[in-house]
């Protein structure tokens, strides 16, 4: 409980020392975009965070409770219609199906039991449909344009995609966005276009094994184009996607038969609207 | 500078045995882990984790079981209650469309969801109201209002006061940084600014504060 009047404290800005501020929503976007990267590389500091939720938690209780208007549970469920869920985290990844299977089958069968319809058309046939998926994963999305400028990627050093990636972020128009990825791990993507082009950060993804791959996919209203593929060291992966990124495009990430698909097999892990 | 928020009177003298008295049920409570069961009645989680298979109803039951509670959150930051109607609808609808993502292992359903409240009341808040305004309609309130502005459920009532008892457990000056941190929408360095301390004092006392309100809460990483 000391009270060091350590003023200012110039120098880099150690992330774990905003653990406790960023719960509270204490701190600014571009501190927030270095805690969220912290995140999505370390689970002592989720786990941290969550138990700094919990107490915040309890001073959400600390303001008098007030009742809303009746009005407000009405008009909130007249908009669920038109309010898509976002798809359950899968306990594993999903296997792949052959794309001919996907397109024919019936949409309850891609779906779990007990999945609401507006989950069901939300993964219908996503990747030809990516405004509904979008709307369904923009809620979890954190936009925060330009914050990534000037700090300092962590993940593995020396890896060539890293710089690349780091170059995009350099850009002046460069924007980010991270979305924890179903199964498990966050993946942000950092897009610029100036450059035209976008790139993934991966932190803690599951291991697919030798026989799928994770595989990235730009998406426009004609359907999904092949973006690459990549399999992750330890959960982490810096990769710069293949052809021209446009804005408006939807990236998506799929879990994929080893070597990749011409078309997604499986429902999106992650997809960003940008 | 003093500010007026944080706890009332009684509770801020609130006797050492007192307090431990308070520290020791919440323990109790939280290795427990859910709330006591009055009734056979879904606990939060069950009915967040229903929710997320697109059951409404569950969903309803969630809402009517929490609304006062997060609104009371919304309404405390963003004081126009048209704007705070508005955010805590907004709040309600992310719920639902997450709610797939809530994981019962890592947190409370309440938590989960005062975590969506607080971001998105202190987004409206910051986007709507200079730092300025912010300071002076904090230091006109004080959160202890009356609980029963409002016919409330044991439940939230004694969640009300459990807060209390925990706040009190801080010291006055974490206590003062906290608040201004989670009821004003303020960052840290806005908060030293207005408090005239330098930025590291406020960086320790809120990662002080929240370790002990932790710690008080029996919460532990």
């Known amino acids: 409980m000391t009270e060091p009047g350590s003023a200012g404290r110039p120098g880099p800005v150690d992330p774990d020392d905003l653990l406790a501020a960023y719960a509270l929503d204490a701190v600014t976007d571009a501190e927030r975009a270095l805690v969220e990267r912290r995140l999505a590389e370390s689970p002592e500091a989720r786990a941290e965070v969550e138990a700094y939720r919990e107490a915040a938690g309890r001073l959400a209780d600390a303001a008098p409770p007030v009742a809303p208007p009746p009005s407000l549970k009405s008009s909130l469920f007249a908009r669920l219609d038109e309010a898509p869920q976002v798809a359950p985290l899968a306990p594993e990844a999903p296997a792949p199906v052959p794309a001919s299977t996907l397109a024919e089958a019936a949409p309850a069968e891609a779906a779990p039991d007990g999945a609401g319809p507006a989950e069901r058309a939300a993964r219908r046939r996503w990747f030809q449909r990516p405004v509904a998926i979008v709307a369904a994963a923009a809620a979890a999305v954190l936009l925060i344009a330009g914050a990534i400028v000037g700090l300092n990627w962590g993940g593995p050093a020396g890896w060539g995609a890293q710089r690349d990636v780091q170059a995009i972020a350099a850009a002046p128009d460069a924007q980010t966005a991270t979305l924890p990825a179903e199964g498990g791990g966050d993946i942000t993507l950092v897009w610029s276009e100036q450059l035209g082009r976008s790139a993934v950060q991966a932190a803690d993804l599951p291991d697919v094994g030798d026989d799928r791959t994770y595989e990235l996919w730009y998406i426009d209203a004609s359907g999904a184009t092949p973006a690459g593929t990549f399999d992750p060291a330890r959960g982490a992966a810096f990769v710069v996607l293949d052809g021209e990124f446009e804005p408006g495009l939807v990236v998506g990430v799929t879990v994929e038969p080893a070597g990749g698909s011409d078309a997604p097999t499986t429902d999106p892990i992650a997809a960003f609207e940008t | ?221």
């Open chain 2, 1 to 221: 500078m003093t500010v007026a928020l944080a706890v009332p009177a009684p509770l801020r003298a609130a006797s050492a045995t007192r307090r431990r008295a308070a520290r020791s049920a919440m323990l109790e409570r939280v290795d427990d882990a859910t709330p006591p069961p009055a009734t056979s009645d879904p606990t939060l989680e069950d009915l967040l984790v229903a929710a997320a298979t697109g059951d409404r109803a569950a969903f309803g039951e969630l809402y009517d079981r929490t609304a006062t509670r997060v609104f009371g959150l919304v309404r405390r930051l963003v004081v126009d209650p048209a704007q705070a109607e508005e955010v805590t609808q907004d709040v309600y609808l992310e719920v639902w469309q997450t709610a797939p993502r809530f994981d019962p292992t890592r947190g409370s359903a309440i938590s989960w969801m005062f975590t969506l409240a607080h971001r998105r009341a202190v987004d409206r808040v910051r986007s709507a109201q200079s730092a300025r305004d912010r300071d002076l309609r904090i230091g006109m309130r004080d959160i202890d209002v009356p609980v029963d502005t409002v016919a409330e459920s044991a439940e939230v009532r004694i969640e009300h006061e459990r807060a209390h008892e925990a706040l009190a457990g801080l010291s006055e000056q974490q206590r003062e940084c906290v608040a201004l941190a989670y009821y004003g929408g303020l960052t840290q360095a806005e908060i030293a600014e207005r408090l005239g301390v330098p930025l590291g004092t406020v960086k320790t006392r809120l990662r002080d504060g929240m370790i002990r309100l932790r710690r008080l809460l029996g919460v532990t990483a």
